[in-house]
């Protein structure tokens, strides 16, 4: 498959335990809908905090589906920090540019640790 950014060849890499496809050149992460809910809630890797992940030279153009070859759509993800990201209506695919993925976690991350300290108080 090639990467719907820059046309790269994309690679299978394990990220938080689940396959994944990563562009070598731009960063850039596919994977399908399902994969991003459970890594969203994983804590195997860690994520500094005050480290900007997001890239600020995102996308807003047309991306086609590297799976299906449909157009992806943009659509809000996340419930506490909600990102712009690509996602296939056709196949469920999802397309993240680099740092999106990290932010997706840091944010469901935080979120999760304050609800806890407020538990507490």
């Keep these: 498959m090639q990467c719907p950014n820059c046309s790269k060849q994309l690679t299978s890499t394990r990220y938080e335990g689940f396959d994944i496809q990563v562009c070598p050149s731009c960063e850039g ?63 469920s695919k999802v397309w993240l540019d680099k740092g999106e993925l990290e932010d997706i976690q840091v944010a469901y991350e935080m979120h999760e640790e304050n609800t806890k300290k407020a538990k507490r108080y």
Excluded at 30 to 48: A, N, Q, S, V, Y
Excluded at 55 to 83: A, L, Q, W
């Design 29 to 91: 992460r596919l994977l399908d809908e399902k994969t991003l809910g459970e890594i969203e809630k994983k804590r195997e890797i860690f994520i500094p905090r005050e480290q900007g992940h997001y890239d600020s030279n995102h996308y807003d153009g047309i991306r086609f589906c590297p799976e299906c070859d449909t157009r992806m759509e943009k659509t809000k993800y996340g419930e506490y920090v909600p990102r712009t990201i690509d996602k296939c209506p056709q196949c």
